[in-house]
């Protein structure tokens, strides 16, 4: 995948207004859209900061379809994930892009185990 260019690393600001647009607007000159884009748990840092609307809006420039995932990494901080296997710290989840802009999150736990 990353010989065709298909992996696109990118440091940036995800609720910035440069590093998610310019992808999107690559990603439509390629007639391409996200298939997975895993967001660590960025997410919970961009919410406390209080660029959620940033995000979201960034989030809504990208080209998807109904196939379209987020990958999630919980780190537990003392609230384990529900999904959280027996022993681990972590856990991986996915979410339908069309899922995330369907609601409104109110907190980055709710958003992590809505599955």
Known sequence: MEREDRI?????????????????????????VVSAFYVSNVEQYVMADGKWKAWVDNVRALP????????????DQGKPHPKQMKGHRTATV???????QAKSWTSWFELATDS
């Open 94 to 100: 996915l979410q339908p892009f069309s899922r995330f």
């Open 8 to 32: 696109i690393p990118v440091v940036g600001d995800f609720a910035g207004p440069h590093a998610l647009r310019a992808i999107g607007d690559e990603l439509r000159k390629r007639k391409l």
């Open 64 to 75: 998807s379809d109904d196939r379209s995932v987020f990958i999630r990494c919980y780190l």
